[in-house]
């Protein structure tokens, strides 16, 4: 099949088999690419799609680019599954193997290192979220009955009372979520090989209810994983009006930074 490379991540040789029926980008199944003591994880995508006039049109189409990433995890996730993938960037491609092997010579100290970094770990991820408004919890509550109520008048005095209660509310919600995410981050930080801080997500654009205070991630051998999945799950009735979450495993985004710093 002709087409451009497109590469997934950059592994160490291993033994294990790909899934069957894994499908990438474009729907071209992946395989290995050896060369040295480096394997990439590549396959074909047609130029028509990501030459790089139409994969500068296409990086501003949310669809093509949601359909491009969910391909893309795919195969990372299925490589996290046998062996410890250092993942690339969404449409990271080159023009045939010379060129992916060309990459992986120029490129190979930086993966070497961090591939041995990374070897037998695996990312968690985990999210604190204040969970609700105080100052809509203080509202009083609407009247059960159907007929609406007839408004009453509220003072000057009464309406700036209720504002301070809300405030403080307020202030003491996040002063308790703020220490909480702390304390959580130096225990699982404790626990981990390494973790990195990440800006709270915007609540507009993760669609996730609730103010993110806390966007970790840690980098955990497999084998203490499990210990750490507990450690998480302990704490998540701690403390009301808080909500913690965890995701993965997945492979160890966070921490390739040096590979991919090196190759820019």
Not at 82 to 102: E, I, K, M, W
Not at 112 to 132: C, N, Q, S
Not at 223 to 240: C, G, L, N, Q, Y
């Amino acid at each position: 099949m002709t087409g451009l490379r497109y590469v997934y991540a950059v592994c160490q040789p291993f033994g294990a088999a790909l899934q069957s029926q894994l499908a990438g980008v474009a729907g071209d199944p992946p395989r290995l690419l050896p060369h040295g003591d480096l394997v990439a994880v590549v396959s074909h995508v047609p130029e028509t799609d990501f030459g790089e006039e139409a994969l500068r049109a296409h990086l501003e189409d949310l669809d093509w680019l949601t359909a491009t990433a969910r391909a893309h995890q795919q195969v990372v996730d299925a490589l996290t599954a046998v062996t410890t993938p250092l993942p690339l960037r969404l449409a990271t491609v080159f023009r045939d193997d010379s060129g992916v092997r060309v990459m992986l010579e120029e490129r190979e100290a930086a993966f070497r290192r961090t591939l041995d970094r990374l070897d037998g770990r695996v990312e968690w991820g985990v999210k604190v979220y204040v969970e609700a408004d105080p100052a809509q919890q203080a509202q009083p509550e609407r009247p059960a009955a159907s007929a609406p109520a007839a408004p009453r008048p509220v003072s000057g005095r009464d309406y700036l009372r209720q504002r301070r209660r809300q405030t403080r509310a307020n202030d003491d919600l996040w002063s308790r979520a703020e220490e909480f995410a702390t304390g959580l981050h130096t225990r699982l930080s404790d626990r981990a090989d390494d973790a990195r801080l990440h800006a709270p997500q915007n609540p507009r654009l993760s669609g996730a209810a609730g103010r993110n205070v806390l966007n970790a991630a840690y980098l955990v051998a497999r084998d203490a994983s499990e210990e750490f999945v507990e450690m998480v799950d302990r704490t998540k009735d701690d403390a009301p009006g808080i909500r913690v979450e965890l995701t993965g495993p997945w492979a160890a985004y966070s921490f390739a930074g040096e590979a991919e710093e090196e190759g820019s």
